[in-house]
């Protein structure tokens, strides 16, 4: 009897955060960035993934812990990155231009490195705000894709463009109820060094 061979998590990881490096085969990334709906809801998001994935095997660094004040800086940058990579003249240019090619893949890899750090301080709240927000955008960008009778991108097609429309309205979807279900469920434990709601109270049996 033999046993299946498994991937330990750190495998997993460091695979992922490995992906990228096969957008250095020019025949497969003309294939993801060929199609608008491959380049934006595959591609987009395998770069995040892999900067996640980074921030996970231990590539942290100190001073931009302490600025990213209770994940802020994270979500913040989630929200730019993903609001500017709508916008269909940078998916043309990104086409175009190397330098905007590489400001993609530092941008979408910088925010999934930053946000792996802050997901888990973020207030509820803030997570709330930060998701929904991206949800409205991606929601907004996929109907205006569906919507608007002419071709948006120079690169792309218009049925091409339905597709990444539809694609992006089922994401916004997706997103919206992450947030919902991680507010929920978000850890109410105090923060080190602040005192629960129980410190402080002492037991009706407890003597003076």
Not at 42 to 70: M, S, T
Not at 148 to 174: E, F, K, M, S, W
Not at 182 to 202: E, F, K, L, Y
Request: aromatic share 8%; charged share 15%.
């Amino acid at each position: 009897m033999t046993r299946r061979a498994t991937l330990s998590p750190r495998a997993l990881w460091s695979l992922l955060a490995a992906l990228p490096l096969l957008l250095l085969w020019p025949a497969l990334r003309h294939t993801l960035e060929g199609r608008m709906s491959l380049h934006m809801l595959l591609e987009f998001p395998l770069l995040f993934a892999a900067g996640w994935a980074v921030q996970r095997l231990g590539l942290r660094i100190a001073f931009v812990h302490r600025l990213d004040w209770r994940g802020w800086t994270g979500a913040t940058l989630t929200s730019l990155v993903a609001a500017s990579w709508m916008l269909p003249s940078l998916l043309d240019l990104s086409l175009m231009s190397p330098c905007v090619a590489a400001a993609k893949v530092a941008s979408w890899w910088l925010a999934g490195w930053l946000l792996a750090d802050s997901w888990r301080r973020l207030d509820p709240e803030v997570l709330l705000f930060l998701v929904g927000n991206v949800a409205w955008m991606t929601a907004t960008a996929g109907m205006l894709y569906l919507d608007t009778p002419q071709q948006l991108c120079v690169n792309y097609l218009q049925n091409d463009q339905r597709d990444a429309g539809i694609g992006l309205v089922l994401l916004a979807i997706a997103l919206g109820a992450t947030a919902i279900r991680r507010a929920m469920t978000a850890d109410t434990r105090p923060a080190p060094g602040q005192p629960s709601d129980c410190a402080g109270r002492r037991s009706p049996n407890a003597q003076a």
